[in-house]
């Protein structure tokens, strides 16, 4: 399927869902980072008429990443007029949690905090505006390699993008005309003060993970398991204890 036949059959998969509801019609709540995941995501959602609310979330953010989802949020207002734009300011809040937990310093759960206090910060607004929130995750991550933060941004209503690669991604945002600099800017989860970008910290391109993914050959693929195995348990269903019956 072209991107072209992806971009309206997700567009319309989100619309049927939407309808299905029994609080329709709903808002469709998105967090918009400057990334193309989330670019590509809003406009699906906005494509399909609903309210879409388009929510930009800087926490300590790197400026030009800030820029961006600024700037896609013009140009999403400018082409829909079904979307609302919101940026709230998390500096503060994520300020006063990193002071009140000083006895559990630890990077990488403050890092995960930020994607978690997004996740609370759209579901506030969700259901103050009859709204369900939509994942922007793609299938190299959410099903991959398990990069992204459970109850974080794996806390989600909807995951429309879950079954595109990145490649999918990127050649959907070229379709769609998402801002250049988004297609062209290196992807990045934007929860550390460095900035450090996805495949510096994974090790490998998403290029090279796709491969791994489809070709166990792949010279890629022992490293591919080596970043996955850790993060299965993102991947499967929460263990329930089951009380045999007597």
């Known amino acids: 399927m072209n991107s ?27 967090g918009v980072s400057g990334g193309i995941d989330s670019a590509v995501t809003s406009t699906l959602c906005a ?34 007029t079904n979307v609302e734009t919101i940026t709230i300011e998390l500096d503060e809040v994520f300020r006063s949690f990193e002071l009140t937990m ?6 990488l759960a403050f890092a995960n905090s930020r994607s978690r206090l997004r996740m609370v910060t759209l579901y506030q607004i969700a259901q103050a ?17 398990g990069f992204y933060t459970k109850y974080g941004d794996g806390g989600v209503d ?56 489809n070709n166990s050959n792949s010279k890629y693929y022992d490293k591919y398991k080596k970043v996955r195995e850790p993060n299965l348990h993102k991947m499967k269903p929460i263990p329930v204890c089951i009380i045999p019956k007597d």
């Not at 505006?129 to 390699?145: C, H, R, W």
Request: hydrophobic residues 35%; charged residues 25%; proline residues 4%.
């Open 158 to 213: 909807i995951s429309p993008i879950a079954d595109c690669t990145k490649t999918d991604v990127w050649n959907i945002g070229k379709s769609l005309g998402v801002i250049d600099e988004i297609i062209e800017a290196a992807p990045t989860d934007g929860l550390w003060d460095d900035s450090r970008n996805d495949e510096s910290q994974l090790g490998l391109t998403y290029q090279q993970i796709e491969e791994a993914m």
């Open 47 to 80: 494509k399909t008429g609903f309210k879409t609310i388009a929510v930009s979330m800087p926490i300590k953010q790197n400026h030009s990443q800030h820029e961006l989802s600024v700037r896609h949020l013009k140009w999403l207002q400018d082409k829909f």
């Open 102 to 107: 000083t006895n559990f310093n630890n990077k």
């Open 129 to 145: 505006n009859n709204g369900i929130v939509v994942g922007t995750g793609n299938k190299v991550e959410d099903f991959g390699v």
């Open 4 to 30: 072209d036949k992806k971009i309206t059959y997700i567009s319309n998969w989100i619309k049927e869902y939407a309808i299905s509801l029994p609080f329709t019609p709903p808002s469709l709540i998105i």
